[in-house]
């Protein structure tokens, strides 16, 4: 991703569960983010930071059926960078590739 200073980025992804989940997301972003939850927001932290991998953890449920995940990453400047990993709540990875929804 490319830009300027003092611009936002989003990213989106649908998944689908056969039944109701409790899970983990960790994020790392460059600069601050916030994370929406089917339209719940689940996470903010407005921050200059570099990108750490899991710096953040936020405790969600997924639905039953299909779940929508909103990240803004408001950049200050310099690098654009998030990463979000969905995993356990044990904290482990969880293997979501059967769970995404495929675009068209």
């Avoid at 939850?37 to 996470?43: D, I, R, S, T």
């Avoid at 929508?68 to 979000?84: R, S």
């Amino acid at each position: 991703m490319f830009g300027k200073k003092q611009q936002v980025a989003y990213a989106y992804a649908e998944l689908t569960f056969p039944k109701e989940k409790t899970a983990k997301f960790k994020i790392g972003s460059n600069d601050g983010v916030i994370c929406w939850l089917n339209g719940k927001k689940v996470h903010e932290n407005l921050i200059g930071r570099k990108l750490t991998i899991d710096e953040d953890e936020v405790d969600i449920s997924f639905k039953k059926g299909i779940n929508k995940v909103l990240l803004k990453i408001p950049n200050e400047g310099a690098n654009w960078e998030v990463c979000l990993r969905v995993c356990k709540t044990n904290g482990m990875p969880m293997d979501i590739s059967q769970y995404l929804v495929q675009c068209e």
